[in-house]
């Protein structure tokens, strides 16, 4: 019996090594620099990387523990994509090529703690999966764009009804030159997956493009997300329908008159 026993504890612990989140209520992306409970690294650079700098060990008042993440972005199009990002990955710079998704059933939201440095800082968006390949992640999910303010927030990404069984691409941050067009510095800190059993799916409404008059003579092309979302439904942004239309409008009417 015992010998049973020591078998079943054994499978037990191959298994979550091997990248189950078994029963956890949380599994941590980014913690501290080097806390043993971190999963993935930040090794995806993609877009105009080099207008990118990042710090996962800065001591610039973490929301917890000793360090955060720094991200610094200048915006100067260096590879003429206009936008950048990083994948926190793994294994390292894995893009579908190699196994090394963890599953993680069970989990249905991510959560991060994020502050700007000034307040008033965009984030265009952030993903969770979406890697491809041989080894593709089993979904892909966005979130944002968000507006910071020079204090930590808490935002919540709704991950109810998603297939969380294979994800390689753990987070992912995406900034762009329309929305930070003089570049912009903010933090990232307590980077997880979370367990909420009173979470409920999120409503999923495709995008839609809108119309709406802002000034006299100007017509600016309104993408809301989710689509219709004038305020009606929940969407899980801590930004207000009157900072997404005034985004909207400013990266509309930065494509329209440069």
């Known amino acids: 019996m ?5 078998i079943f504890s054994a499978v037990i612990l191959l298994t979550c090594v091997s990248g189950i989140a078994c029963a956890q209520e949380s599994f941590v992306v980014y913690m501290d620099k080097n806390s043993p409970d971190n999963h993935y690294a930040g090794s995806g650079w993609m877009g105009d990387h080099n207008d990118i700098k990042l710090n996962d060990e800065s001591t610039s008042e973490p929301y917890s523990g000793s360090t955060c993440i720094e991200v610094s972005y200048n915006a100067e199009r260096s590879g003429n994509y206009g936008w950048a990002g990083i994948y926190w990955q793994n294994p390292p710079n894995n893009w579908g090529s190699r196994q090394g998704g963890y599953d993680l059933t ?51 990404v709704n991950l109810s009804g998603e297939d969380l069984s294979y994800i390689s691409g753990g987070f992912v941050f995406i900034v762009s030159a329309d929305l930070s067009p003089d570049g912009t510095v903010f933090y990232f800190d307590e980077i997880k997956y979370e367990k909420d059993e009173n979470l409920k799916p999120e409503l999923k409404l495709p995008r839609q493009c809108h119309f709406m008059c802002i000034q006299t003579g100007c017509l600016y092309l309104i993408i809301i997300q989710p689509a219709a979302g004038w305020g009606i439904t929940e969407t899980y942004q801590s930004i207000n329908l009157l900072t997404r239309i005034v985004m909207a409008a400013r990266l509309a009417s930065n494509n329209l008159f440069r």
């Open 106 to 156: 069970g989990m249905n939201k991510l959560t991060f703690w994020a502050r700007g440095k000034s307040g008033g800082e965009i984030i265009e968006k952030i993903k969770v999966g979406g890697i491809k390949g041989t080894y593709p992640d089993s979904t892909e999910v966005e979130f944002g764009p968000i507006e910071l303010s020079d204090t930590w927030e808490k935002y919540t």
């Open 2 to 6: 015992k010998r049973l026993l020591a």
